[in-house]
């Protein structure tokens, strides 16, 4: 069983950045791969980026390629999403997630909120 917990969200100017964290709890976190998707308000949940367990591979959505960076620190049972050059479409509840070998993921966080203002 894996608990997941999501910190770092708030609100922030359009062009700032955030860093949201997820600390997950139990013995197999470094054998599952880890990641974050969102959902807006009236809007399904997106995926937003994916990182693996072993050699640390990423994806990406397009639409945060190249401004989100997904980071894992196995030893502290701990993935980043850093968020740079918000804009308004980011603000979302940002939701971290764990896939223990099946198509979708098998653990979510709670959720955290981004506010991204104009």
């Known amino acids: 069983q894996v608990q997941l917990v999501e910190s770092g969200g708030g609100l922030v100017q359009a062009g700032g950045s955030l860093r949201l964290s997820c600390a997950a709890s139990?013995?197999?976190?470094?054998?599952?791969?880890m990641g974050w998707f969102r959902q807006a308000p009236g809007k399904e949940r997106e995926f937003v980026a994916t990182?693996?367990?072993?050699?640390?591979?990423?994806i990406y959505s397009n639409s945060v390629k190249g401004r989100f960076t997904i980071s894992r620190d196995n030893a502290k049972k701990t993935i980043y999403l850093q968020m740079n050059s918000l804009k308004p479409e980011d603000a979302a509840v940002y939701y971290c997630?764990?896939?223990?070998?099946?198509?979708?993921?098998?653990?979510w966080g709670q959720g955290t909120q981004v506010t991204v203002s104009s």
């Open positions: 997630a764990a896939w223990a070998g099946n198509k979708e993921p098998d653990y």
């Open positions: 990182i693996s367990w072993g050699a640390g591979n990423t």
């Open positions: 139990g013995r197999s976190f470094s054998s599952y791969a």
